[in-house]
């Protein structure tokens, strides 16, 4: 078995896999800005056919594009997908030597087991979340979130960089999904608690834009407040394409398997946890999340 550190060719060949609303811009930023070649699949035929316009080559499927490549990013929906796509079409194909490189956000516990079992084959799973905004992705302003060791996050910095202006190196492998996972449960928490002065300041009279406007101004200012507060609870918009109420129940799922896993209770992820399956059961599980704002209690 080769070393925990041992690094691809200083010129590697690259394949990404998952061409979806966030994937297919970072996609775009790495093969464009960097000029290396790379290979892209993914189950809609129109992100591939974009890419291949940017100079992308179109793989025939994630297992003929990994026994090639030396890096493979995935960028799926969540960890069934990253598990699936593993298990069944990049382990029997993998190479000693390649980094797998999820940019997906999964479960810190099946990050270090599909880690596992890539190491046994000689290869590398490194874990690289994003944060941020769609808009970011496209800008290739993201934040990224690296577990893995400091050779192999040494050499995938330069790559991110194209899409990201803040990589972290969170610690060893699962530490970049413990760190989104809590950003995540961060944000949710914060968006629950927007809804509940919205909800009370109208309730008592306040006008909303002039609440949250005096909030930025204060201690409460927050990202959330400025985003998803003002951009989409107050003109009360929530387009389906952005990041719906289903996916920010799966994720905050994950920060309550984090609190099992560490033995804590997460008293406001569940609150947040809650206040979204109350949404999805108000038929808004495919509304951008901070629609849960519409579910209110009344004593």
């Known amino acids: 078995m080769i070393s925990q550190d041992t690094v691809p060719p200083q010129t590697p060949t690259l394949g990404f896999a998952g061409l979806g609303v966030m994937g297919e811009p970072i996609c775009r930023n790495i093969l464009v800005k960097s000029g290396a070649a790379m290979q892209v699949f993914d189950l809609s035929a129109a992100p591939i056919e974009r890419l291949v316009s940017h100079g992308a080559i179109a793989a025939d499927s994630v297992a003929t594009m990994t026994a090639e490549v030396d890096i493979l990013f995935l960028s799926l929906p969540g960890g069934k997908q990253v598990e699936a796509l593993v298990r069944n079409e ?8 390649q980094l797998i490189v999820d940019m997906s956000t999964s479960p810190v516990g099946l990050t270090r087991e599909l880690a596992d079992e890539l190491a046994a084959k000689g290869a590398h799973l490194i874990d690289a979340p994003v944060a941020r ?167």
């Open 90 to 97: 990049i382990l029997p194909a993998v190479r000693a030597g």
């Open 133 to 299: 905004t769609r808009q970011a992705a496209e800008d290739g302003t993201l934040s990224v979130m690296v577990g893995g060791s400091d050779n192999h996050f040494a050499m995938l910095h330069p790559l991110l960089a194209h899409a990201a202006t803040d990589i972290t190196h969170c610690g060893p492998i699962g530490c970049g999904q413990v760190v989104k996972i809590l950003n995540n449960m961060v944000l949710f928490e914060t968006v629950v608690a927007l809804s509940e002065a919205l909800n009370l300041g109208r309730a008592a009279g306040v006008d909303d834009t002039l609440l949250f406007d005096t909030l930025s101004k204060g201690s409460a200012d927050s990202f959330a407040l400025r985003n998803h507060g003002m951009k989409a609870m107050l003109p009360d918009t929530f387009p389906t394409g952005a990041f719906p109420t289903d996916y920010a129940l799966k994720d905050v799922s994950y920060a309550l398997d984090l609190a099992r896993l560490t033995r804590f209770r997460a008293q406001g992820a569940e609150l947040a946890r809650d206040r979204m399956e109350k949404a999805r059961e108000a038929g808004l599980g495919d509304a951008y999340f901070p629609a849960l704002v519409r579910v209110t209690d009344r004593t």
